[in-house]
């Protein structure tokens, strides 16, 4: 029995080891997908409308961590949504779900902890032209 279960305990690793490089390398070809240019984004609580120029979709991940120096996980990688987890070194982290709905209207929601204070957000963002 004990061999059994050693050999349980290896298989269970060994796809662990293989798992866990798809998760990292995925895609997130859904943000890939979105229409390029200028979108504004609308939050749900009634908050100050923000303009963002979306080049990647990617914008969208981070929007209370403007920094690069952020390490993601991506949780969720899907065709509609994706789901990703950041940690930012010193200023906290945060966990975003991005749903398409067309290539210019997604469904944001994020929350986390910035500048040492919690937040918790839902927005809706559509293209509206150009980057200005």
């Known amino acids: 029995m004990a061999k059994v279960n050693g050999?349980?305990?290896a298989l269970g690793a060994s796809l662990a080891v293989v798992a866990a490089p798809a998760l990292a390398q995925a895609?997130?070809?859904?943000?890939?997908?979105?229409?390029?240019g200028g979108w504004e984004l609308r939050f749900r609580d009634g908050s100050t409308v923000r303009k963002v120029c979306v080049r990647s979709?990617?914008?969208f991940i981070?929007?209370?961590?403007r920094g690069s120096g952020c390490n993601r996980?991506?949780?969720e990688d899907g065709a509609r949504e994706v789901t990703i987890q950041y940690t930012c070194r010193?200023?906290?982290?945060?966990?975003t779900s991005i749903r398409k709905e067309t290539?210019?209207?997604?469904?944001?929601d994020s929350q986390g902890i910035a500048d040492g204070k919690p937040f918790e957000f839902s927005a809706e963002a559509r293209?509206?032209?150009a980057c200005n």
């Open 90 to 95: 010193g200023n906290g982290y945060g966990r």
């Open 57 to 59: 979709g990617r914008e």
């Open 73 to 75: 996980f991506v949780v």
């Open 103 to 108: 290539a210019s209207l997604v469904q944001i």
């Open 127 to 129: 293209r509206t032209g």
């Open 27 to 36: 895609s997130l070809a859904m943000l890939e997908s979105l229409d390029k």
């Open 7 to 9: 050999l349980m305990l």
């Open 62 to 65: 981070q929007l209370r961590h």
